[in-house]
C-alpha cells in the first residue's frame, strides 16, 4: 500500500529553521506530484509548498519567501526547507501525494507537529 511517512518536526525558535522529509512508498513516486499541507487547530488545512512530477513549484501565501520544496525521486523523497519561523507557523505538517491524471490516486502522511516558540 501506499505509504507516505514524514519527519524533521520538533520544537523550533521564532527565526529559526527546520527542513521535514516525507518518504513514500508503495507507488511511483516520480509521476505524483507532491505536496506539503499545514492545519492548526481551529483552522482550515493550507496550501504550504507543491512541485510537480516536472518540477514547476507552488507555494503557498503565507510561507512565500520563507520555504522551498525540493524533491529526490531516486530517494522518493520530498523535502520541506523553512526559515525565518513564526508563531504562527505552528501546526501538524502533512505529506501529500496526487496522481496527475488518476484524481482519486490521493494519499496524505500521518503529519509531523512543527511547534514555534520562545
Known amino acids: 500500500q501506499v505509504q507516505l511517512v514524514e519527519s524533521g518536526g520538533g520544537l523550533v525558535q521564532p527565526g529559526g529553521s527546520l527542513t521535514l522529509s516525507c518518504v513514500a512508498s508503495?507507488?511511483?513516486?516520480?509521476?505524483?506530484?507532491m505536496g506539503w499541507y499545514r492545519q492548526a487547530p481551529g483552522n482550515q488545512r493550507e496550501l504550504v509548498a507543491r512541485?510537480?512530477?516536472?518540477?514547476?513549484?507552488n507555494y503557498g501565501d503565507s510561507v512565500k519567501g520563507r520555504s522551498a520544496i525540493s524533491r529526490d525521486n531516486a530517494k522518493n523523497t520530498v523535502y520541506l526547507q523553512m526559515n525565518s519561523l513564526k508563531p504562527e507557523d505552528t501546526a501538524v505538517y502533512y505529506c501529500?501525494?496526487?496522481?496527475?491524471?488518476?484524481?482519486?490516486?490521493?494519499?496524505w502522511g500521518q503529519g509531523t507537529q512543527v511547534t514555534v516558540s520562545s
Open positions: 508503495g507507488m511511483t513516486f516520480s509521476i505524483y506530484a
Open positions: 501529500h501525494a496526487d496522481h496527475p491524471s488518476r484524481y482519486a490516486d490521493d494519499y
Open positions: 512541485i510537480s512530477s516536472g518540477g514547476r513549484i
